[in-house]
C-alpha cells in the first residue's frame, strides 16, 4: 500500500501541514496530506534535513496530554539550526503554556482538598466538645460518614478526585532521543543495539525504504543514517578516522629531510628492452631467466652509478600486468619510458604514459634498439609528440635519449637525464625515526618462510623492528639488499628484502614500523575488519545486481577458479586478467588466490566448489596431486601469463552451450496426393531446390507458413525406397503422423547443427 503524506506524519509525530512544509523546503512538489511519498521522496527529505545541519528541536503532544520536547542540535558555528516551521514553534509555546495550566489547575485542587480536610478536623473537634457539654444531651455522631459525604460532595463538584497518592494527572516525561554515530559500514543488528529496539524494527524500517536485508547483513552510512530518522532518532555520520593515519601522526622524526635517491621505474610494450636496459646498468643477466622472455614479476634494484645511487624499479609489459605498472607508477619520482626505435607506439607504452601522467611524475624516454636495422628515433618522436610528450629538441620539456641497452650505447646520457631530473626535483626524506614504505613484492619461500621485498619512503628500518605490512605484521629478522649483501639497517630509497613477517603481504600494501605488538595487531585487525566490510557489501551489492540481471534471462556458465602464483604482484595482475574475462553467457569466480605451493587444502576446496587449480611458476604437493588425480580436479601449470589466459578462454568456451544453425538442405512441392494402405497419405513432390534425404528432419508450408515439423515415413522413388531424391525429379513422399497434406504444399528438409562458442 503507498504510503501518504498523512501516515507519514503519524510516523515522525508531527502535523500534515508541517510535514508538507519541510517537503516543500526539500524541493518537492507535495502539498496535500493525499499525497503519496517514494523511498526517493524520504531520501531527498534526509538530505535537505542533513545537509550538514541538524534537524532543530521539536514538541510533540500524544494523545494522553504527555508532551515530549528533543533539544536543538547546533551546527558547526554553535547557531541554532530550525528545521521546522514557525508554526511548530507556536505549537511549542502552547504546549508550554498547557503544561503550566495543568500544573496551576492541580495545585488549587491540592489547596481545596487541604482546606476541606481542616474543616472536617475542626468539625469533629466541635461534636467532641458538644458530646462533653452538660447542659445537651447527648448526640452520637458518625464522623467517618461526615467526612465521607463531604468527599463526596467535592467530588460531584469538581469531577473525579484523588487523594495526593492517587491523582489522575501524571507529569509529563521526556521520551529518549539518541544521538546515533554512525560509521561508514554497520551491520543491522549492530544499529538496532545502538538504538536499544529489535532489529526487525530496523529490517522493516529498511524493506519500506525498498533495501531488502537481514539482521546479519552490512549496510551504507547514508541507508543507515535514513533508517535512524524513520525510526526518530538523531543519526550523525560518522567521519572515521584512519587508525593507520593516527599511528603515522605519532611517528616523529628527528632531522630535517635531506637529500635521497631517486626512485626510478622502467616502463613500455612487452619486449621493448626494459629488463635488458636495467640489466645493463646493474650489469646481470635477469632476462634470461624470465619465461618466455619476458618479465613476469616486479622487481626493485638499488645500484651504484658514477651519478650515485638509483633505486630501479622493472615492471612487466604484458597487457595482464596493468596493475603493477600502475603500482610502479605510484612509488616511484621518476618514469623511464623504453621505446623500441624500430617498433614505435604500442598498446602497453600509452598505458604506461597515462599512468606516468596520473601519477604525476617526470618521464624520461629512452628509445631503444637503436643498433636494429629500421631503427627511426624522429619517427618515434612525432609519436610521441602526438602523446602530449615533446622533446626537448623539439621546444618541449621531455628529455628523449636515443639508446642500444644491449650494446650499452647512449645509457650513460640516459643516467645523466635522470640525475638531472632529480636535480630538478628536489627529493628528500627523513632519515632519522620509523620507516614507512610500500611492498613491492612478496613471495612464500617454503625454506625462509613469508619474504617481502620492501622500498623505503621515509626514516630508517633496522633488524628487530617491528612492523606492520598489509594485514601481516612482524619483527624484521634480516635485511638482504638487491645486491644479496647483508645490512643492519637501511634508509630512504633503498631497495630491500626482509625476513620476519607471520604471513605473505600483497603487492602494494603500505608498511610502516610500529611501537610494539599490541600497536601492529591494533592496525591489522583494523585493515582486516574494513576489508571484510568492503566484502560484505560488494558480495550484497553483486547479488542484487545479479538478480536484476537474471530476470528475463539464461543463468551464466561460471567457471570456479583457484589461483596460487609465486609471488604477489603476479598474483594480482593474473587476478586482474581473469576479472575481465567472460561474456554475458559464461563468467569467471575466483574461488581462492594466494602465494605459495599448491597444498592438500586446495585440492579440497576444489573438490568442495567443482573449482580448477591453476599453479603460476608453482608446483602441487603430493597429497594435493593425490586428491587431484583420484577426484580427476583440473590441475594445470603456467609460466607465461598469455598461456594461462587462454587456457581459462577454452575451459569457459566448453562451459558454453552450442549454437544451433539450420540449413535448409532442398525444397519440394506437392503436386497430388495420394492414399496408401501401407504408408497412409503419400505426396507426389517434385524437388524443385536441392535434394530431400530420408533421414532430415521436414516443415510443411502452406502459403509459406510452416503448418506441421516432423520426419519422413517413406522416400521413394517410382517404386523403389531411396535415401535421397536429387533437384528435378518427382518422388513420393509420406510424413509420420500427418495427414493434411494438400498440392501445391511445399516440403522443406532441412538439417541442423552445432557450432562451439568461444571466449574472445
Partial sequence: MALTVKDFAKVLKISDSALIERMQNAGLKHSSSSDEITASDKQALLRSLKGGKAPASKSVTSSGNITVTSKNKTANDGQPIKSYSDNIEAKRAAASEQLKEQQRKREEQLKEAARLKQEEQKKREKFK??????????KKVNVKDQLSSAVNAYRRREGS????????????????????????????????????VKGGVVVKNLMALGVPATINDVIDQET????????????????????????ASL???????????????????????KTTLLDYIRETKVVDGEAGGITQHIGAYQVETSKGKITFIDTPGHAAFSSMRARGANTTDIVILVVAANDGIKPQTE?????????????????????????????????????????????????????????????????????????????KASYDGPAQGVVVESELDKFKGSVATLLIQNGTLKTGDIIAAGNSIGKIKSITTSDGK????????????????????????????????????????????????????KQKDDSAGNLFESFGQDAKKVLNI?????VGGTCEAILAAL????????????????????????????????????????????????????ESIPLNYHSIIYELLDDVKARMSGLLDPIIREEIIGTAEVLEVFNSPKFGQVAGCMVVEGAVNRNKPVRVLRDDIVIFEGELNSLRRFKDDVSEVKNGSECGMGIKNYKDIRPKDKIEVFDRKEEAQTIS
Fill in 251 to 273: 611517528i616523529e622524526y628527528k632531522d630535517e629531510p635531506s637529500q635521497r635517491s631517486p626512485v626510478v621505474t622502467v616502463m613500455g610494450h612487452v619486449d621493448h628492452g
Fill in 562 to 566: 583457484i589461483v596460487k602464483t609465486d
Fill in 579 to 630: 576479472h575481465e574475462l567472460g561474456n554475458d553467457l559464461a563468467k569467471v569466480k575466483i574461488v581462492s588466490s594466494g602465494v605459495g605451493g599448491i597444498s592438500e587444502s586446495d585440492a579440497n576446496l576444489a573438490l568442495a566448489t567443482d573449482a580448477i587449480i591453476l599453479g603460476f611458476n608453482v608446483r602441487a604437493d603430493n597429497a594435493a596431486k593425490k586428491i587431484a588425480e583420484e
Fill in 129 to 138: 466538645a458538644a458530646s462533653k457539654s452538660p447542659e445537651r444531651p447527648a
Fill in 351 to 427: 598505458e604506461a604514459i597515462n599512468h606516468a601522467k596520473a601519477a604525476n611524475v617526470s618521464i624520461v624516454v629512452a628509445i631503444n634498439k637503436m643498433d636494429l636495422a629500421g631503427a627511426d628515433a624522429e619517427k618515434v618522436k612525432g609519436e610521441l609528440a602526438a602523446k602530449d610528450l615533446v622533446p626537448e629538441d623539439w621546444g618541449g620539456n621531455i628529455q628523449m635519449i636515443p639508446v642500444s641497452a644491449l650494446k650499452g650505447d647512449g645509457v650513460d646520457k640516459l643516467l645523466d637525464s635522470v640525475s638531472l631530473e632529480a636535480e630538478l626535483l628536489e627529493l
Fill in 486 to 537: 647483508k645490512e643492519k639497517s637501511a634508509g630512504p630509497s633503498a631497495a630491500i628484502e626482509v625476513l620476519g613477517l607471520n604471513s605473505v603481504p600483497n603487492a602494494g600494501d603500505v608498511f610502516q614500523v610500529v611501537k610494539n605488538d599490541k600497536q601492529a595487531r591494533e592496525i591489522v585487525e583494523h585493515r582486516v575488519d574494513r576489508e571484510k566490510e568492503r566484502k560484505l557489501l
Fill in 224 to 247: 543507515a543514517v535514513l533508517v535512524v530518522e524513520e525510526i526518530g532518532h538523531i543519526g550523525i555520520a560518522l567521519e572515521e578516522k584512519d587508525l593507520e593515519e593516527d599511528f
Fill in 161 to 196: 478526585f484523588k487523594s495526593d497518592g492517587d491523582h489522575q494527572f501524571e507529569a509529563p516525561t521526556e521520551v529518549a532521543k539518541k544521538e546515533i554515530q554512525i560509521p561508514s559500514t554497520i551491520q543491522v543488528g549492530d544499529l538496532a543495539k545502538l538504538m536499544a
